[in-house]
């Protein structure tokens, strides 16, 4: 129950396409979604969050979209550019501590 | 407006040695997490901790692991006994509230 799970493991879109990373989540106690970008080397750095009472929310190029009945949520990446190109980690709020559970990852590659 | 440091980046540890990482938190957070990232997995949750006080470590190795946030000073995640099997990087956050900043990491090898 305290699972997040996130495909797809790996993506490779062109530049201008628009990657889109899903996530699913079965305990309905989380409250706060958040994506981060992590490239090689680097800690992980937050893009977007998002509330289960909100349906999309927009950031730039990233918008997440929601789905609380569904118990999934997504990014996609608008416009997307080589510098994009790095490991996108979804994670959902683990209740009263606050600690983050966190998906398994997906290595995006945007090609020129 | 210094983000969240740790240190060292980087630590070469034989087996059956100590590891100290540091963790030093933004300006005006009193809330500490650690993760541990192996190879091409996703980060998972150690110890969470605020100042003087271990709140959740509910995923901290019950042998080995310890943590710490003193009153003053960063913040320590100590190793004893160190097996190749603990070789990975360590994260530590910081939040005031529900959003957490992360450090660079520290990557501990383990020869």
């Known amino acids: 129950q305290q699972q997040v799970k996130q495909s797809p493991q790996s993506l490779i879109v062109q530049k201008g396409g628009i990657p889109i990373i899903n996530c699913a989540y079965e305990?309905?106690?989380?409250?706060?979604f958040p994506w981060y970008q992590q490239f090689p080397g680097k800690g992980p750095a937050l893009l977007i969050a998002?509330?289960?009472?909100?349906s999309e929310k927009k950031e730039g190029r990233f918008t997440i979209s929601f789905n609380k009945s569904a118990k999934q949520f997504s990014l996609h990446i608008m416009d997307s550019q080589p510098g994009d190109s790095a490991t996108y980690f979804c994670?959902?709020?683990?209740?009263?501590?606050?600690?983050?559970?966190f998906g398994t990852g997906t290595l995006l590659a945007v090609q020129p | 407006n210094a983000g969240v440091m740790q240190n060292p980046r980087h630590l070469v540890r034989r087996r059956g040695q100590e590891a100290r990482l540091r963790c030093s938190p933004m300006?005006?957070?009193?809330?500490v997490y650690w993760y541990r990232q192996l190879p091409e997995e996703g980060l998972k949750f150690m110890v969470y901790?605020?100042?003087?006080?271990?709140?959740?470590e509910s995923g901290m190795p019950k042998e080995r692991f310890s943590a710490e946030f003193p009153k003053e000073g960063p913040s320590i995640l100590r190793i004893q006994q160190v097996v190749r099997g603990d070789s990975a990087a360590y994260f530590c956050?910081?939040?005031?509230?529900?959003?957490?900043?992360f450090g660079p990491g520290t990557r501990l090898l383990v020869l």
């Open positions: 300006k005006g957070h009193s809330h």
């Open positions: 901790l605020q100042k003087e006080n271990i709140i959740d």
């Open positions: 956050a910081s939040s005031q509230q529900e959003t957490q900043y």
């Open positions: 994670a959902a709020n683990g209740g009263a501590t606050n600690k983050l559970i």
């Open positions: 998002i509330r289960p009472d909100v």
């Open positions: 305990n309905t106690a989380f409250d706060y």
